[in-house]
């Protein structure tokens, strides 16, 4: 048996947290995020992102995912196989060790990217920690072996159960009922994910197999493009500006960088970055030296062909970057993850590296591609245009409320106290419903600002035209945030904005329209926690002197099922139908109402759904609301 990874120095040093798996147990949030949903497909992506350190170390290039009947998971994939052999310091094998001592999965790997941050990496031992059941099956060394767990602790030994030429590994688990919340696994989350790490890592085939319908669905996804192919998805909703996706790569020390980008017709900026196949939501160094590279090439470009003469100023980054659709992939040894939710790359030496990449390469394809270089030259410059008038458009609204006393919108309610973190503003559609609101509200902590209708869809406008646009100044001026360059959430008048539409199309409809506002212009606000959808009623039923209200069809029918009468059901079709009073107890009262906090687990699906709900092209759109029509919560992003 060849067993070399017996000698790999593990001095006591690297030892530093052989925590027992109790402690996952005890406090598994610690380790996953959570325990609801989140947390539970974690579970999931923690064991594909093992096998993606294989695919990364050269060895696998097939990754199989099956949500299996029961919500068992499958996970196998052709790459080495855990070593089988013992570790003589633990007199335990290679793989109880994976599966039992936190973090060892990756000392073992020696070479290749292993992924030591954010919440992957804790490695499948919290996976196993968490399950009811846990079997891995290895092959290797002709021989298939194979050992299973529960609740983190061996059950068997590993045995040798049969013979194999192939090698590869084979994880399957069923999630322990008592950990998680609900053990209800979305296809459809695992697919984007899944769609995600193949698209990041060109060439690996990922199969995701649903056996819990029938017919069973299945989908199948191997790129050859890479992120090259990644850009064609994202700007397949919007309109190339240029044909040819730009693609560079670059490696050094170690440190592979790879960046794809493509304009297009729209104004809205969609970068995104990734560390060994983790999304880095927060940015960080290989951004800013993507930002800086591309700052300083356009400029250089454009002065360089007099597209911008002497007199003129240098295009702000901002404008550069507009209609810009970009991925930039880094993988490296020794990741360092900082910032809140540790998605900010913090490797100095990777900014050089990315700028250098990106400032030489970019500049030699604007050289051979001169007519893709003035349309991007010429889309820039018009956005720096645009951005001068809405500057001045903002400048006037500052000055009028330096003279006036008072710069809030007259249809605003406002609320009496003036700390931001008591206070709380509802954007409520219609005037009607804005009356009844301003009426029920408690006056002391909940402001009301009635909308009008359909506000501006901002997803076909740039911020001069959308300063244009009454209803968005209102909210605006009402928040106290200040738009664009001005903007600042810290200056929020309130910490909790509250979107109350009428349940039916119309008043989803104007839901997305201010949630892609606030996505799209005012996205600290969602990251912050401040961004919340009302849930009102659909039905009202009174019987012996009882009132009911519901918020589901599903609610309604079971308790008509369990009720032996036939009472009265009011059917609410909008908000206006409520008086006041109905309006307090069951939408506003704190100690009653549920509210949904809008939240952006994921940036590129949320891209994805607005570019499609609210972009030019009318087949996607077609395509999703016709897949998703029965599904509500597609909206609550
Ligand atoms: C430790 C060392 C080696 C591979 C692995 C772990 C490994 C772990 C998993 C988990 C899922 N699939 C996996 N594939 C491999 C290196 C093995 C060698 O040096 O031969």
């Given at each position: 048996m060849r067993e070399n990874i017996v000698s790999v120095t593990y001095t006591a040093k690297?030892?530093?947290?052989?925590e027992g798996l109790e402690a996952v147990r005890k406090r598994p949030g610690m380790y996953i995020g959570s325990t609801g949903p989140r947390g539970l497909h974690h579970l999931v992506y923690e064991v594909v992102d093992n096998s993606i350190d294989e695919a990364l170390a050269g060895y696998c290039k097939n990754i199989v995912v099956m949500i299996k009947e029961g919500n068992i998971i499958e996970v196998s994939d052709d790459g080495r196989g855990i070593p089988v052999g013992v570790i003589p310091k633990y007199k335990k094998t290679a793989v109880e060790i994976v599966l039992t001592v936190l973090h060892a999965g990756g000392k073992f790997g020696g070479e290749g990217y292993k992924v030591s941050g954010g919440l992957h990496g804790v490695g499948v031992s919290v996976v196993n920690a968490l399950s009811e059941s846990l079997t891995v099956e290895v092959s290797r060394d002709d021989k298939v072996y194979r050992q299973s767990f529960a609740y983190g602790k061996p059950t068997t030994a590993l045995e040798e159960v049969g013979k194999s030429k192939k090698t590869g590994t084979k994880i399957t688990f069923l999630p322990d009922k008592t950990v998680f919340e609900e053990l209800d696994f979305s296809f459809d989350t695992i697919r984007q994910r899944m769609r995600e790490m193949a698209f990041l890592n060109k060439d690996l085939k990922i199969d995701l197999i649903d056996e819990r319908v029938e017919p069973h669905e299945m989908v199948e996804y191997k790129y050859s493009g890479g992120i090259t192919d990644f850009i064609k998805h994202l700007n397949s909703t919007k309109e190339p500006l240029h044909k040819k996706v730009i693609y560079f790569e670059s490696s050094d020390g170690?440190?592979?960088v790879e960046v794809a980008m493509q304009y297009n017709t729209g104004y809205i900026e969609s970068v995104f970055t990734f560390a060994n196949n983790i999304n880095t939501h927060e940015g960080g160094t290989h951004l800013s030296g993507f930002r800086s590279a591309l700052t300083r090439t356009i400029n250089d470009y454009a002065r360089k062909k007099g597209l911008l003469k002497e007199k003129e100023e240098n295009l702000s980054g901002e404008d550069i970057r507009e209609g810009l659709t970009a991925i930039i992939s880094v993988k490296l040894r020794e990741p360092q993850f900082?910032?809140?939710?540790?998605?900010?790359?913090?490797?100095?030496?990777?900014?050089?590296?990315?700028?250098s990449t990106v400032g030489s390469k970019?500049?030699?394809?604007?050289?051979?591609?001169?007519?893709t270089a003035k349309l991007i030259i010429s889309k820039t410059i018009q956005a720096a245009h645009a951005r001068a008038a809405a500057r001045k458009a903002r400048e006037l609204t500052r000055r009028k409320s330096l003279l006036e006393s008072t710069s809030l919108p007259g249809k605003l309610a406002d609320c009496s106290l003036t700390d931001p973190s008591l206070s709380e503003i509802y954007l409520v559609e219609g005037d009607s419903a804005g009356g009844s609101a301003k009426q029920a509200r408690d006056r002391s902590f909940q402001a009301i600002l009635p909308l009008k209708g359909k506000i501006l869809n901002v997803e076909k406008a740039r911020l001069n035209k959308i300063l244009s646009s009454e209803e968005i100044l209102a909210i605006i001026t009402a928040l106290g945030t200040g738009i664009g360059?001005?903007?600042?959430?810290g200056n929020a008048r309130y910490h909790r904005v509250i979107i109350m539409t009428d349940a039916d199309v119309d008043g989803a409809h104007i839901r997305t329209l201010i949630l892609t506002f606030f996505y799209r212009y005012m996205l600290p606000m969602i990251e912050s926690g401040y961004v919340y959808i009302a849930q009102s009623p659909l039905y009202k039923i009174m019987h012996d002197g009882l009132t009911k209200y519901f918020y589901k069809d599903r609610e309604l029918e079971e308790y008509l099922n369990k009720l032996n009468k036939n009472p009265n059901v009011q059917r609410y079709?909008?908000?206006?139908?409520?008086?006041?009073?109905?309006l307090w107890d069951t939408t506003m009262?704190?100690?009653?109402?549920?509210?949904?906090?809008?939240?952006?687990?994921?940036?590129?699906?949320?891209?994805?759904?607005?570019?499609?709900?609210m972009g030019d092209k009318v087949e996607p759109r077609r395509d999703y609301i016709i897949k998703h029509a029965k599904d509500v919560r597609f909206l609550d992003i």
């Open positions: 690297d030892i530093t947290v052989l170690g440190s592979q900082e910032g809140q939710t540790k998605t900010k790359l913090g490797n100095t030496e990777i900014r050089g590296l990315v700028e970019l500049d030699e394809f604007l050289e051979e591609n001169p007519a360059e001005d903007f600042d959430v079709k909008g908000l206006g139908e409520m008086n006041p009073e109905q009262n704190p100690e009653k109402r549920t509210l949904l906090k809008v939240n952006m687990e994921d940036a590129i699906v949320a891209d994805e759904i607005f570019s499609i709900l």
